[in-house]
T-cell receptor
Framework: AQSVTQLDSQVPVFEEAPVELRCNYS??????LFWYVQYPNQGLQLLLK??????LVKGINGFEAEFNKSQTSFHLRKPSVHISDTAEYFC??????????FGGGTRVLVKP | DGGITQSPKYLFRKEGQNVTLSCEQN?????MYWYRQDPGQGLRLIYY???????QKGDIAEGYSVSREKKESFPLTVTSAQKNPTAFYLC?????????????FGPGTRLTVT
């Protein structure tokens, strides 16, 4: 069975400061990893995904994530946040042949 | 524009009534999914379908039913047997049900049952 843990339920951050959202997963086999963003009362939008290859993945809106197999982590980072980055962020994992499993989400509140 | 539409955006029902949520996609995707979202619990899979006329239960299928008669459509019925139906419901689709295919999400339907 696979599972995803997002270690922070809420992350307050000042505008133009960096942010890191932590995601750890458990799986006995190789996985595909995803980060989605959800703005209030909207659906989810894909930020980035890791399938294979380079462990540093760049996504939309200046976000990037690093896959660390030994730590079973896939942390999301942005060097300088904007007010518009206020949203909920979801990490998700899929092992081959399995369904997509989501973490509980991290709410990012960007303060001016 | 290609995408997923869900209607209505807000839905109100009385307890004991069945209600059907609509999900339509024009992305030519084979796989479709229904998720339920509650505060602090992420997304939980209700049902999914990898091909027309076939669907499987997800993690929380009790009290829900679906049909997949057309590739473009995957309606979800919330029955009176669902004990706590008030939630935000999200529909998604993808080119395949496994592997690294990303899922595309609709805007969601917020259901309130009183």
């Amino acid at each position: 069975a696979q599972s995803v843990t997002q270690l922070d339920s809420q992350v307050p951050v000042f505008e133009e400061a960096p942010v890191e959202l932590r995601c750890n997963y458990s799986s006995s086999v190789s996985v595909y990893l995803f980060w989605y963003v959800q703005y209030p009362n909207q659906g989810l939008q894909l930020l980035l995904k890791y399938l294979s290859g380079s462990t540093l993945v760049k996504g939309i809106n200046g976000f990037e994530a690093e896959f660390n197999k030994s730590q079973t982590s896939f942390h999301l980072r942005k060097p300088s946040v904007h007010i518009s980055d206020t949203a909920e962020y979801f990490c998700a994992v899929r092992a081959a042949g399995n369904k997509l499993t989501f973490g509980g989400g991290t709410r990012v509140l960007v303060k001016p | 524009d290609g995408g997923i539409t869900q209607s209505p955006k807000y839905l109100f029902r009385k307890e004991g009534q069945n209600v059907t949520l609509s999900c339509e996609q024009n992305l030519n995707h084979d796989a479709m999914y229904w998720y339920r979202q509650d505060p602090g619990q992420g997304l939980r899979l209700i049902y999914y379908s990898q091909i027309v006329n076939d669907f499987q239960k997800g993690d929380i299928a009790e009290g829900y039913s679906v049909s997949r008669e057309k590739k473009e459509s995957f309606p979800l019925t919330v029955t009176s047997a669902q004990k706590n139906p008030t939630a935000f419901y999200l529909c998604a689709s993808s080119t395949g049900g496994t592997g690294g295919n990303e899922q595309y999400f609709g805007p969601g339907t917020r259901l309130t049952v009183t």
